[in-house]
């Protein structure tokens, strides 16, 4: 399998920062990676496929980038709703797999 | 826009089989991939594995052979099963629309393995 690596796990912002969550992948994967938003007792949202396509109605402040093995999802400039928990997922491979999460706490 | 709906028992005991069946309203089960997802409590995602509504299926070789997945496209539905439970599959299962990407999801729903 492949595994995803997010880095940091948790992260504290104040609203207006601009924030950077990376992940690795163990082998390439091309640009077969999404980024997800989710918030405390709530499904996943997706906010990013191809590793930097937007998903209809999210904000334009997420981007990613990346591609092969390192990838990045920017939050340009924190809203209070931002303060969730994020995961990259591969699909370049079967089986799909997810990065440990990273966390996103208010300063 | 398609809404997703998990049903099921919320507890189910060890050595039992798990079942749950995804609802989807809104649109048509027809033409996507549809998957399962858990996410035990605390912990990260898991994918389960998918069905396209032609009834092709695939799921994660982490568990084996004990699952499942079929589809009724009578009903606009697709179900999971997952036998020989332990403590370990207990989690939030989430169903979802596509197979590489999942653009729609369920609320989740918590199965709890216990005697």
């Known amino acids: 399998d492949i595994q995803m690596t997010q880095s940091p796990s948790s992260l504290s912002a104040s609203v207006g920062d601009r924030v950077t969550i990376t992940c690795r992948a163990s082998?390439?994967?091309?640009?077969?990676l999404g980024w997800y938003q989710q918030k405390p007792g709530k499904a996943p949202r997706r906010l990013i496929y191809?590793?930097?396509s937007l998903q209809g109605g999210v904000p334009s402040r997420f981007s990613g980038s990346g591609s092969g093995t390192e990838f990045t999802l920017t939050i340009s400039s924190l809203q209070p709703e931002d303060f969730a928990t994020y995961y990259c997922q591969q699909y370049n491979n079967y089986p799909i797999t997810f990065g440990q999460g990273t966390r996103l706490e208010i300063e | 826009q398609v809404q997703l709906q998990e049903s099921g028992p919320g507890l189910v005991r060890p050595s039992e089989t798990l079942s749950l069946i995804c609802t989807v309203s809104g649109g048509s089960i027809n033409n996507y991939h549809w998957s399962w997802i858990r996410q035990p409590p605390g912990k990260g995602l898991e994918s389960i594995g998918y069905i396209y509504y032609s009834g092709d299926t695939r799921s994660n070789p982490s568990l084996k052979s004990r699952v499942t997945i079929s589809v009724d496209t009578s009903k606009n539905q697709f179900s999971l099963k997952l036998t020989s439970v332990t403590a370990a599959d207990t989690a939030v299962y989430y169903c979802?629309?596509?197979?590489?990407?999942?653009?729609?999801w369920g609320p989740g729903t918590l199965v709890t393995v216990s005697s």
């Open positions: 191809a590793a930097s």
């Open positions: 979802a629309r596509g197979r590489d990407g999942y653009d729609s």
């Open positions: 082998q390439g994967i091309r640009n077969d």
